[in-house]
């Protein structure tokens, strides 16, 4: 009921002003320009996740720390390939309590996994780079606050501090922050944005906002950005959201990444990042980002 009520509000906004949700820090309707798939580009990369393993030929969940700059400890909580799974024909990524700590330092570093909140990722780093074109997937969020889902981009270059994003842009194609506010009926929404100029004090980004997908943690939705050599475009069911190209878009090759993260730092989960509220897994809860495809496409 408040869900329905809380959109029909927000369309009701944006008849006066497209932007007017934003300016109110309130999630937008998708309303921009249609995809046109089809006509404009052709697959090249894709994983439907068919079968009862991951394609290790296409993804890693076990990436070396001297690779990507990642241990096990993972903000609030450990990344661990144990909680990565294909079944049913999709990737799942589960997030739960372990008041035992899971076997194994699968990341090379040498921080060790402890009791906490274990989640998962993986990256086609080392395996499947692309530079321009559209990348999508479909999925089902997961249900938890104090922890989100996401799709996004990756190279080495962000880490280059030059106030360029240039040689390396972080896209969030989506991260799913805001299950927190599921109640009041605007949780149904994501977040897109970049970030470049590496992750300290000289650290760069922007967004687009929050925006509506439609049941997200109950059904699957796409969720994509057109990747070109001016801009960012980033949809939602094949709807524009949004475009972004500050900073300049990058111009190398990227990797891709499907993970869960926990809010809190050093595998302790104990903060309110980004408003998504402190986690309300309880131990054997599990809260499970469900995984339909990833599809790359390059202009025709």
Not at 90 to 110: D, H, Q, R
Not at 269 to 285: M, N, P, Q, V
Request: hydrophobic share 35%.
């Amino acid at each position: 009921m408040f869900a329905k009520f809380f959109r029909a509000l927000v369309a009701f906004l944006m008849i006066f002003s497209p932007t007017l949700p934003h300016a109110l820090d309130l999630p937008a309707i998708p309303r921009g320009q249609d995809l046109e798939l089809d006509e404009r580009f052709e697959l090249v990369w894709a994983d439907e996740f068919d079968g009862d393993t991951l394609d290790t030929t296409k993804w890693d969940d076990n990436q070396s720390v001297d690779t990507l700059h990642w241990g096990p400890i993972r903000k609030g909580g450990y990344w661990h390939k144990d909680m990565v799974d294909v079944r049913d024909g999709n990737l799942v990524i589960s997030t739960e309590y372990k008041s035992e700590p899971l076997e194994g330092n699968t990341f090379g570093s040498p921080d060790s996994y402890g009791t906490g909140y274990y989640t998962g990722m993986i990256a086609t780093a080392g395996k499947a780079e692309f530079k321009y074109g559209y990348f999508e997937c479909r999925a089902i969020l997961p249900k938890s606050t104090g922890m989100w889902s996401a799709f996004w981009m990756m190279n080495e270059g962000v880490y280059n501090v030059d106030g360029s994003g240039q040689d390396g842009t972080e896209v969030d194609i989506f991260e799913s922050m805001n299950y927190l506010h599921n109640i009041w009926g605007y949780g149904d929404s994501v977040v897109s944005g970049i970030h470049y100029d590496g992750y300290d004090g000289a650290h760069q980004g922007d967004s687009i906002g929050d925006w509506f997908a439609e049941n997200p943690f109950e059904e699957y939705n796409t969720y994509g950005v057109e990747w070109n050599e001016n801009e960012y475009i980033f949809y939602i069911n094949g709807v524009e959201t949004g475009r972004l190209s500050t900073g300049g878009v990058s111009q190398n090759p990227e990797y891709l990444i499907l993970s869960c993260e926990v809010a809190g730092e050093n595998g302790v989960a104990h903060a309110d990042r980004h408003g998504t509220g402190k986690i309300s897994l309880k131990e054997g809860d599990v809260a499970e980002f469900i995984v339909d495809y990833v599809r790359v496409y390059q202009y025709k």
